[in-house]
């Protein structure tokens, strides 16, 4: 059965750190990984990784895939209040797209 | 806002009842994804249509179907309602059917069972 685990389940920090997630996985015919973050509504899709080593960036947020070890890690720099959210992380599996979450860490980013 | 539409926002019935969801995807998307969202579940994939076609059946009970139109718009369909299925409901896109894509999810459908 596919399985991805997140950690860590919940994160609290203070304006300006940075945090990273992590996001480890196990998928037969592993083809991509994806981050979503989720507010209170519907999950927002942040990035797609499919290959090792290539690091995706969009403004403050930057992702990594690790192929060979099976992880993969969500960067945030300089947090804000505003990235307070559940970060998913995704991966679809054995069976067409179905994509198999894990259970998403809780980022809290207090003033 | 991801291009994928949902209604009803809210739905309110009571254990016994019948609803239906209905979901239209992006734009020149032909993949549909449902997923159930509860607290103690986390998101669970339930099924996949791929241009009117069944493709991938998750963990969906029997009282739940679903089917994709010809316009690609398509409906779930929740029977026989149980307490336990109140949830949020999702409905996602994608271009294709499998292979690396990405999947837009819409606003989701609360469903609150009395």
């Known amino acids: 059965e596919d399985k991805v685990v997140q950690s860590p389940l919940s994160l609290v920090v203070h304006e300006g750190d940075t945090v990273t997630l992590n996001c480890s996985y196990e998928?037969?015919?592993?083809?991509?990984l994806l981050w979503y973050k989720q507010e209170k509504k519907a999950p927002t899709f942040l990035f797609m990784l499919?290959?090792?080593?290539i690091e995706k960036k969009s403004g403050r947020l930057s992702s990594i895939l690790d192929k060979k070890e099976l992880f993969s890690i969500l960067n945030i720099t300089a947090t804000q209040t505003g990235d307070s959210a559940v970060y998913l992380c995704?991966?679809?599996?054995?069976?067409?797209?179905?994509?198999?979450f894990g259970e998403g860490t809780q980022l809290t980013v207090n003033p | 806002d991801s291009g994928v539409t949902q209604t009803p926002k809210h739905l309110i019935t009571a254990t016994g009842q019948r609803v239906t969801l209905r979901c239209s995807p992006r734009?020149?998307?032909?993949?549909v994804y449902w997923y159930q969202q509860s607290l103690d579940q986390g998101l669970q994939f339930l099924i996949q249509?791929?241009?009117?076609?069944?493709?991938a059946k998750g963990n969906i009970l029997e009282r739940f179907s679903a089917q994709q139109f010809p316009d690609l718009h398509s409906e779930l369909n929740l029977s026989s309602l149980e307490l336990g299925d109140s949830a949020l409901y999702f409905c996602?896109?994608?271009?294709?059917?499998?292979?690396?894509?990405?999947?837009?999810f819409g606003p989701g459908t609360r469903l609150t069972v009395l």
């Open positions: 996602a896109s994608s271009a294709q059917a499998g292979g690396p894509n990405e999947q837009f």
């Open positions: 998928v037969t015919n592993f083809r991509s």
């Open positions: 499919t290959s090792s080593g």
């Open positions: 995704a991966a679809p599996g054995t069976s067409g797209s179905r994509l198999t």
């Open positions: 734009s020149g998307d032909l993949s």
């Open positions: 249509y791929y241009n009117g076609e069944e493709r």
